[in-house]
Nanobody, 127 residues
Framework: QVQLVESGGGSVESGGSLRLSCTHPWSAVNYYCMAWFRQGDGKAREGVVSIDRDGTIRYADSVKERFALSRDNGKNSLYLQMNTLSPEDTAMYYC?????????????????????WGQGTQVSVSS
């Protein structure tokens, strides 16, 4: 059973930083398109950032310049460094993967295309 496990969420004040982690079962050879999504209370799930097998990264406009995605192939992990957080970033953050695709493409933010999801980690930012 495929498992994606997120960690690193928490509560911070506006302007603070957090680093989220996602562990997954795939080695670099079998890498799929992976992404972080978030969902705030009463809001639709939105794509935050994606990464292709070849390392191409795409960010949502709302997080560009503030968030940075990286991966450690040796540890089968993705990391999302989130800086200059604001209350608008408050949400449950999910790690996801499209096992049918190596590359995320222009539809990277379409949650329905992802077939593996983690349980989520909560990020709360107070003003």
């Amino acid at each position: 059973q495929v498992q994606l496990v997120e960690s690193g969420g928490g509560s911070v004040e506006s302007g603070g930083s957090l680093r989220l982690s996602c562990t997954h079962p795939w080695s670099a050879v079998n890498y799929y398109c992976m992404a972080w999504f978030r969902q705030g209370d009463g809001k639709a799930r939105e794509g935050v950032v994606s990464i292709d097998r070849d390392g191409t990264i795409r960010y949502a406009d709302s997080v560009k310049e503030r968030f940075a995605l990286s991966r450690d192939n040796g540890k089968n992990s993705l990391y999302l460094q989130m800086n200059t957080l604001s209350p608008e970033d408050t949400a449950m953050y999910y790690c996801a993967a499209k096992s049918r695709y190596r590359y995320c493409g222009s539809s990277w933010a379409l949650s329905s295309e992802y077939n593996y999801w983690g349980q989520g980690t909560q990020v709360s930012v107070s003003s």
